[in-house]
Nanobody, 126 residues
Framework: EVQLLESGGGLVQPGGSLRLSCLGS????????MNWVRQAPGKGLDWLAG????????MYADSVKGRFTISRDNAKNTLYLQMDSLKPEDTATYFC???????????????????WGKGALVAVSS
C-alpha cells in the first residue's frame, strides 16, 4: 500500500529549530514531486514548500521562505523539512504530500496531490 509517514514533530520554543521527515513507501518516490503542507488549528490547508523529483528545484510559500528548507533523499525514499527560527504562528499539523508531476505549481493546490501522509504536530510555544 502507498504510505507517507511523517516524523519529527513535537514541542519547540520560539526561535528554535526542528526537522521533519517523511518516509514514502508503496510507490515510486523518485517519480513524485514532494511537498509540505500545514494546517493550523481551526484553519484550512496551506501549501508550504515543494521539491522537484530530482531535488534540483525547490519552491516556498512566502510565509516560510528563508526559514524553512525542503530536501529529499530518493535513495532513502525520504523527504525532509528543516525548520529554523520557528514562530508561534508555525504551530500546525504538518503533512507531506506527493504529486505525480515533475515540478508542482502551487497555484493549483490542492489539485494534483496524489498521496498524503497522516500529519505530524508541531507546537511552537514558550
Amino acid at each position: 500500500e502507498v504510505q507517507l509517514l511523517e516524523s519529527g514533530g513535537g514541542l519547540v520554543q520560539p526561535g528554535g529549530s526542528l526537522r521533519l521527515s517523511c518516509l514514502g513507501s508503496g510507490f515510486t518516490f523518485s517519480s513524485y514531486t514532494m511537498n509540505w503542507v500545514r494546517q493550523a488549528p481551526g484553519k484550512g490547508l496551506d501549501w508550504l514548500a515543494g521539491i522537484s523529483v530530482g531535488g534540483s528545484t525547490v519552491m516556498y510559500a512566502d510565509s516560510v521562505k528563508g526559514r524553512f528548507t525542503i530536501s529529499r533523499d530518493n535513495a532513502k525514499n525520504t523527504l525532509y523539512l528543516q525548520m529554523d527560527s520557528l514562530k508561534p504562528e508555525d504551530t500546525a499539523t504538518y503533512f507531506c504530500a506527493g504529486a505525480h508531476l515533475d515540478i508542482y505549481c502551487s497555484t493549483i493546490f490542492p489539485l494534483g496531490m496524489d498521496y498524503w501522509g497522516k500529519g505530524a504536530l508541531v507546537a511552537v510555544s514558550s
